[in-house]
């Protein structure tokens, strides 16, 4: 699989943005996924961008795309309390979610 | 809607015993795989299957067998257990191969204890 880089770790107050950077190295893939994990839980597709686009807004979400330098960033807005979790990035290459290596994630520590 | 559903949530084994994970998904996905994830370390990829009878290794396969008989059922055996198998695992499950623009459905997680 390929390698993907997050932060480990992000602490922000509630009510603040938070911003969750990733970097990959294959640019294959036609699709570039967020997911979520809560405490306890398995992970949850949060959002995805089409590897055509450099921005895609999902209500409290802005997914930032920089095929160039191969970097991806979340943007939550008004981040809450329920926001705590680990993020990952996705970047299944050509040959799909077998060949996709999840790194470690970020964890979101959202202070009240 | 039941999604992908994994039993046990928790076991403890002794070193050397079997056992074998459950996976079971009602999406009709044809992809499905087996993850482990440990703390500090992410997920990794431990089998994955195509289809019904087609199963193929991931990053980190030694010590684990599955088996694929059918679409819905996608179980993990661990024939000696180690306490470097001591993790979570997960199965998921997806539609197309997610380069197409597919989701991963993933179940709640099985914690495994080897002592």
């Known amino acids: 699989g390929e390698d993907v880089e997050q932060s480990l770790f992000l602490s922000v107050r509630e009510g603040d943005s938070s911003v969750i950077n990733c970097t990959y190295t294959d640019s294959s893939s036609t699709y570039l996924y967020w997911y979520k994990q809560e405490p306890g839980a398995g992970l949850q597709l949060l959002t995805y961008i089409f590897s055509n686009m450099d921005m895609k807004q999902d209500q409290r979400l802005t997914v930032l795309l920089n095929k160039k330098d191969k970097h991806l960033s979340l943007r939550i807005a008004d981040t809450q309390t329920g926001d705590s979790a680990i993020y990952f990035c996705a970047d299944p290459p050509g040959g799909g979610y077998q060949k996709v290596t999840f790194g470690i994630g970020t964890k979101l520590q959202v202070i009240p | 809607n039941a999604g992908v559903t994994q039993t046990p949530k928790f076991r403890i084994l002794k070193i050397g015993q079997s056992m074998t994970l459950q996976c079971t998904q009602d999406?009709?996905?044809?992809?499905m795989y087996w993850y482990r994830q440990d703390p500090g370390m992410g997920l990794k990829l431990i089998y994955y299957s195509v289809g019904a009878g087609i199963t193929d290794k991931g990053e980190v396969p030694n010590g684990y067998n599955v088996s694929r008989s059918t679409t819905e059922d996608f179980p993990l055996r661990l024939e000696l257990a180690a306490p470097s198998q001591t993790s979570v695992y997960f199965c998921a499950s997806s539609y197309t191969a997610g380069a197409s623009g597919g989701e991963l459905f993933f179940g709640e997680g099985s914690r495994l204890t080897v002592l």
């Open positions: 999406m009709n996905h044809n992809y």
